[in-house]
């Protein structure tokens, strides 16, 4: 951490705090062609380690550059992304995927057409960030992307509400066997049709007094290909959503709640029965912002997500689609144990913004296993037996956020605790370690 601090001054004039930090947009830009990029160099590293296939202690050095370039040519803008995923220090063992590597990606690459004056039509390579984020949107953690190759219509009216429709295909990253991902190779992503991914999204600012309210459905289907034997997922996700953004010195609220339907098989086996899905989620939090120097917010929250139940024929487990998990759950790549998967949690975060240069939180949530017979969260720890309980633990995590030049350049610092319940030192395969210790520390240059 010392180390990248050191860096980002050595290389930063004593003067810069005073001038305009450099960008693109101003070097080549012009009023009809905006530009601008970062990159980002990531140390992480963990001990007493939580998963059965993973060392007990790791570090790994992730680096993601990335362009982005828009063209407005009047009713037709043309924009897209070229994005570097990359990480080293890891070997065969070290816990990172294609979630984290990506060498070489165009992630997007779009036209977008306005209708009237209120709607816009969209086509081809884009991400997706939708009502919550907490099923559908685009990591700021991770260092790979979620990218969807399609077509959206978004429609905002007078009175504020919105309404955004699509139909696209995911992109499924490529690489993904461990050789070539740890030597970065590039290679495109492919997107098919054995993976569809279409819904929509309407809001509402003060349907109900002051709260925002959103209604969506999101339908997921999936089929095995040549290659590559799936689940058959098909997956009917309807949801609704009430919320009171935070302001300074009052009350914020937000209520979310999301059922699951549809079909999968039990296994990736061609031949594997197919059951219904029947699984849900739900959050509800509830805060406070002071009216005060540093603007602190405080903030208590809820969260479940269904396990599958062994009594049931049915499958229950939901299934979080394509939403990013860092801002809710805690860190990932290295570490990240929890997730909207077999979960029930409550917790409390405390943030605060002591100037525009710096900003913090501290959080603490327990969890539980929602059924203690199911694979828990994303620790691919599971007891069939239900024996070693439901138990999952406490973390604690933080995160400070600095400016070391305006604009340009920014230091990361965070990490995470994880005190493990009964399950972890119960269930089988779990590594017999104490609490896990991860840590992690972001330069990020912004041009």
Excluded: C
């Excluded at 705090?17 to 990159?39: A, K, V, W």
């Excluded at 907490?134 to 190759?149: E, I, K, Q, S």
């Excluded at 406490?394 to 994880?418: K, M, S, T």
Aim: net charge negative; proline share 5%; charged share 25%.
């Amino acid at each position: 951490m010392a180390l990248a601090g050191g860096i980002a001054l050595a290389a930063t004039p004593a003067t810069a705090q005073e001038d305009t930090p450099f960008s693109l947009q101003d070097t080549i830009g012009s009023d009809d062609f905006s530009i601008e990029g970062d990159l980002r160099f990531r140390y992480q590293t963990y001990d007493n380690g939580f998963r059965s296939n993973a060392p007990d202690s790791d570090e790994a050095i992730t680096i993601r550059g990335s362009i982005r370039a828009e063209y407005d040519a009047g009713p037709v803008t043309l924009g897209g992304e070229l994005r570097d995923a990359r990480a080293y220090l890891n070997d065969a063992d070290t816990p990172l995927s294609a979630s984290s590597i990506n060498a070489l990606e165009l992630v997007q690459l779009y036209a977008s057409a306005d209708i009237g004056e209120t709607a816009s039509i969209t086509g081809g390579r884009f991400v997706l960030n939708l009502g919550s984020k907490r099923l559908v949107g685009d990591p700021g953690f991770r260092t790979a992307a979620n990218a969807f190759t399609g077509v959206r219509f978004d429609r905002e009216t007078a009175d504020g509400s919105n309404l955004t429709v699509f139909y696209t295909l995911p992109q499924q990253r490529l690489p993904t066997d461990k050789a070539s991902l740890l030597d970065n190779k590039v290679e495109w992503d492919r997107e098919s049709w054995d993976l569809e991914f279409w819904g929509g999204i309407f809001s509402r600012p003060a349907l109900i007094g002051p709260f925002t309210g959103e209604v969506y459905v999101y339908v997921l289907d999936e089929d095995d290909r040549a290659d590559k034997a799936t689940v058959d997922r098909h997956l009917v996700t309807p949801g609704v959503r009430f919320y009171r953004p935070d302001k300074a010195g009052k009350w914020d609220a937000e209520f979310e709640f999301a059922y699951q339907g549809g079909n999968i098989r039990t296994s990736k086996d061609a031949n594997a029965p197919q059951v219904d899905v029947d699984a849900y989620t739900a959050h509800a939090e509830l805060g406070y912002s002071f009216a005060s120097a540093w603007s602190p917010r405080i903030s208590a929250f809820f969260d479940i997500a269904s396990g599958d139940d062994a009594d049931t024929s049915d499958y229950n487990r939901f299934d979080p689609l394509f939403g990013p998990r860092r801002g809710e759950w805690g860190p990932t790549e290295l570490y990240g144990p929890f997730g909207r998967l077999n979960i029930r949690s409550v917790g409390a975060k405390i943030a605060a913004k002591p100037s525009k240069r710096l900003q913090g939180f501290l959080g603490y949530r327990h969890a539980w296993l929602d059924s203690a017979t199911d694979t828990f969260a994303n620790t691919k720890l599971r007891d069939p037996s239900g024996n070693a309980g439901r138990d999952g633990g406490n973390q604690v995590e933080a995160r400070i956020r600095y400016w070391l030049v305006p604009g340009l350049v920014r230091l990361e610092l965070g990490g995470a605790i994880l005190d493990k319940g009964r399950f972890f030192q119960e269930v089988p395969g779990s590594p017999q370690t104490g609490a896990t210790h991860f840590g992690y520390s972001d330069l990020t240059f912004s041009f």
